[in-house]
Structure formats: structure tokens, C-alpha cells
């Protein structure tokens, strides 16, 4: 397994691959801000590593890593060259100019690239239909798998997250867990923190994580004299142990593929308030009821992206107990019928041995070197 580096006040998951036991390569110097140098020498290292290692398959993830390490493997003759979008950059990252640049540079990597893997139906209406990166039959869609147990094993609320926080029992406590950078748009959570707390003054709110916009979100939290009804934690381990403790999970994006925070959040049977962009349109479950400018699904709630609509989704489940059991009853089984480890792997082997045998190359079982994200 290759990855790059974290960006300074990003933390990294990496942890659970050592867990697993999996190694890791680390390519120095290979991060997200663009560094024509350093760029150059990662690919040069990787390059090397996929000639020693000779792989059957190599399988990218996001943009820098996916450029250098599908272009690495035509040049180390790498018979399967595979990428994944958990999201992508074409929507609330850069201007237009730098847009149209990377939407042609994904066009050009696409003709070398065997097969692009989309998290969901969306996401593979964007790079087929919208942004035209490659032909809608050379994209797979393939809904992302991960370890359900700990989250599936969790009860009742334990409160030793709430005392952590010195957040009171009876409080009604709201969530937020993400980096903390542009795309994410935490500010959009504080600023409907504020709506909710002129209404409802017991509500708590939580902000899990850390980037580079903390300094600016604890900021904006003094400005909106939110005092002790908003904690920002910074980056936090073992989440399991946290959701159980939250009522329920805000998510502000921009731009999403498939956010694992909402997996998480269901298989934990906590419900959300998601906005209606990328992937997560196709995690809601059930037929919708129109509710005060949102959206009621069997699993959770969808809005538009304004504070206003958001402090009102938030307001409405805070004063509806049942109706948040039911959600969160609703979306655990969702993500254990359809997100589980188990059938990720499953599918990515099956896709990994359908294109060796489509070129004569079908090894007991392939062996992919993957390159991870630089920055989880």
C-alpha cells in the first residue's frame, strides 16, 4: 500500500491499516497542495515501486495520487489500471479556469484507465453525463464497504462522550464530524447552530475534527456568543464511542461522494440532516415527505444548503424523539444490507478478475498495489 503525507492539522486514518497489519510505503513530499518538485519525486519513487513489485492491478484514489499513480503504472507496464472518485473536484474546490483544467486532465487519464469506479448513481451521472470525463460503460458503480461491526454493536448512550464535553444529559446534543476545510463548509453548521440555539436554548452542539480552518471556526463560534452550547474537539478516535452519545448528525458539504460520516452515523442508528449535493441524495431511503422546505426519508433528512432550512430539519427532529429512533432504527439496516466490508471486497475481486481475463491475464487472485489518498 502506497500514501503520501497528511497536511499539517489533518489527521490520518491510516491507523486502522496498521491494525490490520497492512504495510504502508510512504511517498514523501506526495500531498495534496501541488509542488511541481516534490510531485516530480513522488513519481519517480513510484514509478520504481511498481517495477520491483510488479503488480497485477493498480487501484488509485483522489486526484493527485490518481494522476501520478495511473501514469506511474502505464509506464511500469501495469496490466490493470483502476481509479476510484470518492468525490471530485469539479464542484466547489477551485474557479472555473483550474476546473476546466482538471476536468481535461481526468478526460486524458481516463483513456489509460480500464475502469472508473463511482461511489453512487450520481457521482457516475457527474463524470459520464455532466463533465463528460469518460463513456458511461467504462464507469462502475460501486457503493463503498467497511468494518459495520463496531458501529452495529453500539446501544444505548454511555454519556461518557457527553461528559467529556460537559455537555448535561437531557440536553438535546447535534453533531458535526469532518475536516475542517472548505469543502466541508463547517461554518455553515455554526451559523445554523446559532438559528437553533435562538429557538431551542438546551440544544448542545459538537465539532469533531481538525484542519485549516480551525482557528477561523473557533472564531466564528465566540462571534456567535455560542459560549459553552458549542465544543470544538478537535480530531477524535474510536468514533463508535461517540455517535451513540450525539441525538443526532449534521452534514454541510459542498461537494460529497459517499460520506463515510453518514455510514457511520446509521450503522451507529443515529439520523441526520444531510444537504442535497453529490452522493448522499442516494442514501436516503424510503419515499420522502415534504416537511417546512425539507425532505423526511424512512432513514434521515435532506436540505438545501442554508442555515435557515438546516436550524429548521435540526429544530424539527429535536423536537420529534420517536421520529429520531425511527430514522435511526431505519438507516442501520440500510447500511447493513448494502455497505458492508465484506461485499466491498467482493465486488472490487470480481471487477480486479473480470478485466485480467478481458486481456488474457487471470491470475489465482489478483494483486492489487493501491495507492491511498494522501490525505484521508
Known sequence: MLAGDVAPGESSMEYLAQEQGIPIDRIRGMGRSLNWWNDFASFVRVVSFLRREQPDVVHTHTAKAGALGRVAAVLARVPV?????????????????????????????????????????????????????????????????????????????????????????????????????????????????????????EVRFVMIGDGELASQCRARVQASRLGSHFTLTGSLRNLEKIYPDLDLLVVTSVNEGTPLVLLEAMASARPFVAVDVGGIPDLMTGTSKR????????????????????????????????????LGIAGREFVRQHFSADRMVDDLENLYQKILSSKGKVPERATPATSLPSQP
Open 81 to 201: 489500471r483502476v481509479h476510484m472518485f470518492h468525490g471530485h473536484v469539479f464542484r466547489g474546490y477551485f474557479s472555473s479556469v483550474i476546473t476546466r483544467i482538471f476536468i481535461a486532465i481526468e478526460r486524458f487519464l481516463a483513456k489509460f484507465t480500464d475502469r472508473l469506479i463511482a461511489l453512487s448513481t450520481n457521482q457516475k451521472h457527474d463524470l459520464a453525463d455532466v463533465f463528460a470525463v469518460a463513456p458511461a460503460d467504462k464507469i462502475v458503480t460501486l457503493p463503498l464497504g467497511f468494518d459495520l461491526a463496531p458501529y452495529l454493536s453500539t446501544g444505548n448512550p454511555s454519556d461518557d462522550f457527553r461528559s467529556f464535553i460537559s455537555c448535561p444529559q437531557q440536553s438535546p446534543l447535534i453533531g458535526w464530524i469532518g475536516r475542517l476545510t472548505p469543502i466541508k463548509s463547517p461554518e455553515l453548521f455554526i451559523d445554523a447552530a446559532k438559528l437553533i440555539h435562538e429557538r431551542e436554548s
Open 291 to 326: 416537511r417546512q422546505g425539507f425532505d423526511v426519508f424512512h432513514n434521515g433528512i435532506l436540505v438545501s444548503r442554508d442555515e435557515r432550512t438546516i436550524s429548521n430539519a435540526v429544530t424539527y427532529l429535536v423536537g420529534c424523539p420517536s421520529l429520531r429512533r425511527s
